[in-house]
Structures are given as structure tokens and as C-alpha cells.
């Protein structure tokens, strides 16, 4: 799997919204940008995954460049319950593929 | 739709016992995976299974841990003779089985393994 590049840490004002980047420039043409995120210390969670296209659902919007080399998570309104470490993870998108977790951004949302 | 469970939420064990830590996969998901958490440390990819089957066990210390996963029940991760160094928190997900398309994994709440 491509190994991905984050800071390790980003603060977001509370309300605004938090765009957390992420270098994946070894991508191949078949393999999937995902996120997670751990929140202190839970299970980690699933939030948005994609190809090429940009994305969005209920909890962020992913953003990929089109020579899909970078892309930036977007959560729109960030909360307190927002700040966790956020993973990017570059996978190919085959059954019984393995998540590979990096150092992840620690994400802190400042009231 | 209840999610991945995990049992024990906390286990303490004595150097040289053995622990065994329980997945329930979400319904419908035939493949599971476990994922290791040393303390200030990311996690770790350990094994990756489906029904009555080992996928994929090249994160697996080579002595002392197994898993299974029957036909019916949940998955099993088994330690045996535990040591201080095992004191973690072990994760379970869980993901479809399909034809095609993404696999997102879906992770339970996680046992914290403590050996004193």
C-alpha cells in the first residue's frame, strides 16, 4: 500500500471548518484514499473513502486532486467531539485488505 | 443494526495465563480482522480472517497467539502464557463480503488487556 504523509497535529476553531491534508504520491491507479478517525483511545471509525471522484456524506466531504497525488478532508462544521487523531490510508480496494495506520493527525477543536 | 461487540470491554490477566478476547462481527459480515494497540503506539494490523478460515496471519507474533473464527460464534483471539508486553488494546472489525466494490471496516470498542 502507498505510504501517506499528515502533520501530526492541526487546532480548529469550534464552527469553522477543519480541512486535514494528506500526500499520497506513490498512489497507484487502484487504490482507494480512506479516512478514520480515533477518538481517545475508541475504536477507530470509519468516516469516507474514494477513488478519483470527490466525495461527501453525513460526515465530510473528501477532496482529491486530480493527478490524486493529495487530498484533504473537510468536516464542515467542526465540534468538540470532533478532535481525534484522523488517519488517511491508501489501500487497494480488494477484499481482506488490510488498514495500514500511519501517525495520523491529532485534530483539536478549540471552543 | 448493532455494531461490531467486543468481551471483555477490560481483561486483567497474571503473567503466564491465558486471555481470550471475543469478536461479534456486525450481521451480515463474513470477514473479520484484528488490530493491535500498544500503549502510545498506532495500531497494528494482526490477522485477517473469514469463516473457519485464516486469510491472513502475517501480523501475528509467531508464538503464543492464535485466532479462529467457526461457523458458528464469534471470532476468538487467543494468547496464551501472556506477558507484561501483551498489555494492549486489541481491536476487531469486521467488513462485508461483496463482488466488488470499496470494504470499509467497521471496528468494535476494543478490549484493554492489562498483565500484571
Known amino acids: 500500500d502507498a505510504k501517506t504523509t499528515q502533520p501530526p497535529s492541526m487546532d480548529c476553531a469550534e464552527g469553522r471548518a477543519a480541512n486535514l491534508p494528506c500526500n499520497h504520491s506513490t498512489i497507484s491507479g487502484n487504490e482507494y484514499v480512506y479516512w478514520y478517525r480515533q477518538i481517545h483511545s475508541q475504536g477507530p471509525q470509519y468516516i469516507i473513502h474514494?477513488?478519483?471522484n470527490n466525495e461527501t456524506n453525513e460526515m465530510a466531504s473528501l477532496i482529491i486532486t486530480e493527478d490524486r497525488k493529495s487530498s484533504t478532508l473537510i468536516l464542515p462544521h467542526a465540534t468538540l467531539r470532533d478532535t481525534a487523531v484522523y488517519y488517511c490510508i491508501v489501500r487497494v480496494d480488494t477484499s481482506g485488505s488490510r488498514l495500514t495506520f500511519g501517525e495520523g493527525t491529532q485534530l483539536t477543536v478549540n471552543p | 443494526n448493532a455494531g461490531v461487540m467486543q468481551n471483555p470491554r477490560h481483561l486483567v490477566r497474571r503473567r503466564g495465563q491465558e486471555a481470550r478476547l471475543r469478536c461479534s462481527p456486525m450481521k451480515g459480515h463474513s470477514h473479520v480482522y484484528w488490530y493491535r494497540q500498544l500503549p502510545e503506539e498506532g495500531l497494528k494490523f494482526m490477522v485477517y480472517?473469514?469463516?473457519?478460515?485464516?486469510?491472513?496471519e502475517s501480523g501475528m507474533p509467531k508464538e503464543r497467539f492464535s485466532a479462529e473464527f467457526p461457523k458458528e460464534g464469534p471470532s476468538i483471539l487467543r494468547i496464551q502464557q501472556v506477558v507484561r508486553g501483551d498489555s494492549a488494546a486489541y481491536f476487531c472489525a469486521s467488513s462485508p463480503w461483496t463482488s466488488g466494490g470499496a470494504y470499509e471496516q467497521y471496528f468494535g470498542p476494543g478490549t484493554r488487556l492489562t498483565v500484571t
Open positions: 474514494g477513488l478519483k
Open positions: 480472517l473469514q469463516k473457519e478460515n485464516i486469510i491472513d
